[in-house]
């Protein structure tokens, strides 16, 4: 395992890091608290120090499941959590985070706060991430104000935000780093879905010049291969690493999937084409290179520098073997990054509808 120093920090985390809401979901399969929990600790022993939690997952489960694997081992690991959405209010609505209320008032955020150390069984947070902000969480000084504050208490060491739920939320993330700079940005990357996470790094590289500039104002982003430093602190935390399993290269035309799993919902047609576009990328892996596409999928984000750690979806033994193993083979070269480039350009050989994105991808249509 390799690790990185989140910039203006003191804080190393690595390459690799494990996100909790596999394990504590039930979206990717049920697991007990002893199945979650050794999971944890087998990634925790390949080097991962790294656990991205939220307060949500499992209305707290997330946090209580990484309080019991970690009983003595607080100084070794680097804790991330998010807050946000109160299904303290609303615990009979469906868990679904789109379905809940979100709530980022001065006060609801510290009793979060206060209920996060509790089940988190600490008294700091290291990194902690408003869950899933809309535009006028970016603007309310209000809420940058607490964050601060509570960081001055030494509740959180550090904070940022997480972008989503699904992909898109363009200006909310460019917004974010622009005017509030905060230590860490969470969404989501990865080498079929470029678009709009690229402009969030690009962001991190010029200072717009007022709050009107479009993205069209922002240096192209010449992924891991930008000749300019970052003006910005921004770093960034990436999630659906493999384009939800795509780019784990074990899917075929006859993969299907179980009724409760998000991936079931999705048309036909995005398998048929994610796997044409996957044959295209198999110059990465082979012999020479010792890569499986797995780990060429985290080795490509891992080229770019803002990116201070990857969040694969992690669910048995065998994908902590492997994913963990990354950083520790050959990085992509400049011809394999200039190739992946030229692929993306042309959606990789495919036609296909126009993705569909989330949030706000218009300048014109942000509300002031």
């Known amino acids: 395992m390799k690790y990185r120093t989140i910039r203006k ?15 504590s979901t039930g979206w990717w399969g049920k697991f007990t608290d002893g199945e979650a929990v050794d999971l944890m600790q087998k990634a925790f022993d390949q080097g991962v120090n790294l656990f991205d939690a939220a307060d949500t997952y499992g209305n707290g489960r997330s946090e209580e499941l990484l309080a019991k694997a970690f009983p003595h081992q607080r100084d070794q690991i680097v804790i991330a959590t998010k807050i946000g959405y109160d299904f303290y209010s609303n615990e009979s609505q469906q868990r679904g985070q789109r379905e809940l ?3 980022f008032s001065p006060q609801f955020i510290r009793y979060a706060v206060e209920q996060c150390l509790r089940r988190l069984n600490t008294d700091y947070i290291d990194l902690l991430q408003l869950h899933n902000i809309r535009h006028p969480h970016v603007d309310d000084d209000a809420i940058w104000e607490t964050l601060a504050a509570l960081q001055q208490e030494g509740k959180l060491r550090y904070y940022g935000a997480a972008l989503g739920p699904a992909i898109g939320w363009l200006y909310e993330g460019v917004d974010c780093i622009q005017q509030r700079n905060p230590t860490v940005l969470q969404h989501i990357y990865n080498m079929l879905e470029q678009y709009p996470g690229s402009r969030l790094h690009a962001a991190t590289y010029a200072k717009l010049s007022s709050p009107e500039a479009t993205v069209d104002d922002l240096p192209e982003l010449k992924h891991g291969q930008m000749e300019i430093e970052p003006q910005l602190d921004t770093n960034f935390l990436i999630r659906v690493t493999h384009s939800s ?5 074990h899917y075929t035309e006859d993969t299907v ?17 994610g796997l044409k576009k996957i044959r295209t990328l198999e110059f990465l892996t082979g012999q020479e290179s010792g890569r499986t596409l797995g780990q060429a999928a985290l080795l490509w984000l891992l080229a770019e520098p803002t990116v201070a750690s990857c969040l694969p979806n992690i669910y048995d033994e065998s994908q902590i073997n492997e994913f963990a193993a990354a950083p520790d083979k050959p990085a992509l070269s400049k011809e394999e990054l ?10 990789f050989g495919v036609e296909e509808e126009p993705a569909k994105y989330k949030g706000t991808m218009e300048r014109a249509t942000v509300e002031r």
């Open 9 to 23: 920090t003191d804080l190393s985390v690595s390459e690799v890091g494990f996100g909790l809401w596999t394990v």
């Open 101 to 103: 209320p979100q709530n």
């Open 245 to 249: 399993g795509m780019l784990e290269g």
């Open 257 to 273: 999937f179980p009724p409760g799993d998000h991936r079931a919902h999705r048309p036909r047609s995005w398998l048929i084409n």
């Open 338 to 347: 200039d190739r992946v480039a030229e692929l993306y350009s042309r959606n």
